[in-house]
């Protein structure tokens, strides 16, 4: 980040801006919306300018910006579109100790200007460095449409009272007083009654809260999704967003962890295969724990929390606390990994049923139905199966399959790390596929499909080939 966002107090400063034509009429346009009182120089204005002195909301000189000019001004503007009276203008500025910008010239400003969205008092400021004025304005664009008009008149109302507010206990409750009034009360109330109608129902609801009893906590148990950020549901993002509290298991990718507000607790309760670990007996207390002392906790879960999720522990013993909860379903990984390479888990006359099995249990090397698992299905093959927790029990488990007459040629798709940018495929067959993982470097976690290979076409784009083998 070459420039720091800050916003600056313009409140009885001066601005200066030197030149009076296009380029000067667009910054004036910004300026214009600040308590600054703003002096315009350069002889011949363009007529806008013109009009804004006339109605007093600017002054102009009608001559070159000379030295004292700039004495005590805030901010000094080159608009002259012309690079040595610019130039002048800067060393203008710089001598009485002014931040200068000249126009379009990022390399001679102290500062730039950034796109604005205007809320009054709330302003959202967008930069891209220069880098990339079309990408400022689309997010400008989103942003003003995201933002309702009324939301200055709501946000001004609101700072008017903040220290009404302060009666309520600094924390969640006074948070979730202000949530409350800028997500549903205050945009309904003063569109139905306007401003005088919003006062009155900020009244209400602070006697409501006051009044309200300590806030019982709850629990949301996320699922997270493959890695993915744009994988979450919208329901994941909300409670995410509203949650005190983040639990969080090793799998759920940063991007993801960064949508939490900055003020909440993060706390990973990471497993680690054969690694330190969290016991689940202490990540149930550890989340009853925070409920318990009236916190919004969001338990994120990679992939979706009832697939080997130990989401029944969690439940029973929120049960037995007596503690709310509620479950938002993600996409597990397997799905994902599904779409990676472009194949379904079931399709009609291949296969009716879908099996997910885990490489690993409590016990280690999970045990199956092999016998079931390596008969073959519709039309010669095995029945397809996603099998999660596999990559170190790769040797077992394509040792029972084939123990149990699977053929050595039965397609094996392995994905790691799902939807992140660091995702690999590789496509073997049983009695390889311990070797090709090891090959192929699979270490991250990963679903192993039996029975399944990535889609014709993908598999000649992105796959290089190898015998058998292919990886990305
Ligand atoms: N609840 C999760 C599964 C948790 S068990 C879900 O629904 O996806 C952990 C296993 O999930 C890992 O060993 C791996 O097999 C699989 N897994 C989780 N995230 C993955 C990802 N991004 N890519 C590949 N496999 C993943």
């Not at 203008?92 to 500062?111: P, Q, T």
């Not at 900055?262 to 309760?269: D, G, L, S, T, Y």
Request: hydrophobic share 45%.
């Amino acid at each position: 980040m070459r420039h720091f966002p800050v916003f600056r107090e313009l409140r009885g400063r001066r601005v200066v801006v030197s030149g009076a034509g296009e380029a000067a009429v667009a910054k004036l346009r910004l300026l214009l919306k600040t308590e600054a009182t703003v002096i315009v120089y350069g002889p011949d204005p363009h007529a806008q300018i013109r009009r804004w002195a006339d109605e007093g909301r600017l002054i102009h000189m009608p001559r070159p910006v000379d030295h004292g000019d700039a004495l005590c001004a805030a901010l000094v503007y080159g608009a002259n579109e012309e690079a040595q009276e610019d130039a002048r203008a800067a060393r203008i500025g710089h001598a009485a100790g002014a931040l200068v910008n000249i126009v379009d010239n990022l390399d001679d400003s102290d500062f730039i200007t950034p796109a604005i969205v205007d809320r009054d008092p709330v302003t959202v400021a967008i930069g891209t460095e220069g880098a990339a004025p079309v990408l400022a304005r689309r997010i400008k664009a989103e942003t003003e449409e995201r933002l309702a008009p009324s939301l200055g008149t709501l946000a001004r109302i609101g700072q008017g009272f903040r220290e009404a507010a302060n009666a309520l206990p600094h924390g969640r409750i006074r948070r979730r007083f202000w949530s409350r009034y800028y997500d549903e009360i205050g945009p309904r109330v003063l569109a139905e009654g306007g401003e005088e109608a919003v006062h009155a129902a900020l009244d209400a609801l602070l006697v409501q809260m006051l009044g309200e009893d300590r806030e019982n906590g709850h629990v949301a148990l996320i699922g997270a999704g493959p890695g993915d950020p744009e994988l979450l549901t919208l329901k994941a993002r909300k409670a995410l967003h509203e949650a005190d509290v983040v639990i969080h298991d090793r799998l759920v990718s940063p991007e993801i962890l960064e949508l939490a507000r900055r003020e909440a607790i993060v706390i990973e309760v990471g497993k680690t295969p054969n690694g330190p670990s969290w016991k689940q007996a202490d990540i149930d207390a550890l989340i009853v724990e925070h409920a318990a002392q009236g916190a919004h906790v969001a338990r994120l879960k990679s992939g979706d929390p009832v697939v080997f999720g130990r989401l029944d522990e969690e439940m029973d013993a929120l049960d037995a606390a007596g503690i709310s909860f509620t479950i938002v379903p993600g996409i597990t990984a397997a799905s994902a990994a599904a779409a990676s390479i472009g194949v379904s888990w079931t399709k009609r006359g291949r296969n009716a049923a879908f099996r997910l099995l885990t490489g690993h249990d409590i016990a280690g090397f999970a045990d199956h139905d092999w016998r079931s698992l390596a008969q073959p299905g519709h039309g010669g093959a095995v029945q397809p199966a996603a099998i999660y927790m596999g990559v170190r029990a790769a040797r077992f488990l394509a040792g029972r399959m084939l123990m149990h007459g699977a053929s050595a040629e039965t397609p094996v798709t392995a994905i790691e790390n799902v939807s992140r940018s660091d995702q690999k495929i590789v496509a073997t067959t049983l009695d390889r596929l311990p070797d090709a993982l090891t090959e192929a470097g699979i270490t991250g976690p990963a679903i192993l499909f039996l029975g399944l290979s990535p889609r014709q076409a993908m598999e000649a784009s992105d796959l290089i080939d190898m015998p058998a083998t292919g990886v990305v």
